[in-house]
């Protein structure tokens, strides 16, 4: 088994309080087997969260395995308000598939997410709704510090 994993991700401010965030990430396994627990998953807003090959994706809360072959593009546009207050709009595209050839043959997954946060000393304090295209349930989160 092969893995080729990569993710870019850059942050350009306009204006004082704006800023937008597009990110390009995903990850490729090769091999005449694949043993499950190495399989891709997607779900939540960070990497590794749960398992070292958790993938984040907007507007998915729980955890839920994908095809062998991933790839997906987010952008992040975050407005900061007051002294404290922030809100978050997160839109995000990918493919997945079994085999490589079949990437681009299977449906568009999207997921989109807003969210609000209030910075506090224990951590960010906030609450986010979000959409799933596979799933087409809305999903909402509730943030109550750092993570850990």
Known sequence: MSELKADWRISFTIGSRFTIQ???YGRLLFGAVIPPVFGNTIG???FGHY???QMPFAGLGNMEYIGNQFVAAQLQAQE???SNSYV???VVAAQQAPQLKE???LRTLIGTQ???YYKTIIGP???YLGYYNRSKKPYFYINLGYEF
């Open 22 to 24: 597009p990110m390009l």
């Open 44 to 46: 939540g807003e960070w």
């Open 51 to 53: 398992v070292e090959q």
């Open 80 to 82: 900061h308000f007051g």
């Open 88 to 90: 978050l709009l997160r």
């Open 103 to 105: 990437l681009m043959d």
């Open 114 to 116: 807003i969210a609000y």
């Open 125 to 127: 304090v906030g609450a």
